[in-house]
């Protein structure tokens, strides 16, 4: 399995929090990305990063952010979390952006209340 | 919106059957990627096909791709219980984001 792991694993926050979602990863790899998994939409991309400091918006990233300050960690925030934001995050992460296969953490599930 | 949307959002089949799966999608890509689900994991590779490949075999797995038809799909022959899943594909378009369907749930039944 790739190194790649999420923390926390299971989440309750109350509206209104803010919320930071941590991905670790060993595998020295450039890309990384958030997704968001709920029923019947499959994943959405969040933001993702190309590099240390370098990221970009996905197709969902109002009331999200990334931060990406060493190669092997990239921070989702949820800036003040709401009921909307409740699901399922996934980090992944590639050695080209695209052109490869990507690695997916094990999730982290997120409700917010 | 999404690229890639799979057909049909689930299936249920004998242990032994082949299990086939399509996902259509809208705008042109570099490469088509399938990802299997299990319930309460992360998504795992399957196999990954080229614009310029027309087939391609992973052990019991075969992918096709039409891009004509803007379509492809995954094959799963004699099928396990262990195959019980969710199924994935994903596009990576030009702008090399990754871009995800809703998924096909698979059940094989004993």
């Known amino acids: 399995d790739a190194g790649i792991t999420q923390s926390p694993r299971h989440k309750v926050t109350e509206t209104g929090t803010p919320v930071t979602l941590r991905c670790h990863q060993t595998e020295n790899h450039r890309y990384m990305y958030w997704y968001r998994q709920d029923p019947g939409h499959g994943l959405r991309l969040i933001h993702y990063?190309?590099?240390?400091?370098?990221?970009d918006k996905g197709e969902v990233s109002d009331g999200y952010s990334v931060s990406r300050s060493k190669t092997e960690d990239f921070l989702l925030t949820l800036e003040s979390a709401t009921s909307s934001q409740t699901s399922v995050y996934f980090c992944?992460?590639?050695?080209?952006?695209?052109?490869?296969?990507?690695?997916f953490g094990q999730g982290t599930r997120l409700t917010v209340v | 919106s999404q690229q890639g949307e799979e057909d049909p959002q689930a299936l249920s089949i004998q242990e032994g059957e082949n299990a086939t799966m399509n996902c259509s999608y809208k705008t042109s890509i570099n490469n088509l990627q399938w990802y299997r689900q299990n319930s309460g994991r992360g998504l795992v590779h399957l196999i990954l096909i080229r614009s310029n490949e027309r087939e391609k075999h992973s052990g019991r797995l075969r992918v096709t791709l039409d891009t004509s038809k803007k379509s492809s799909s995954l094959l799963i022959t004699a099928s396990r219980a262990a195959d019980t899943a969710s199924y994935f594909c994903a596009t990576d378009r030009h702008d090399y984001k990754l871009s995800f369907g809703a998924g096909t749930t698979v059940t094989v039944r004993a």
């Open positions: 992944a992460i590639s050695e080209e952006q695209g052109g490869s296969e990507a690695f």
């Open positions: 990063s190309y590099g240390v400091k370098d990221t």
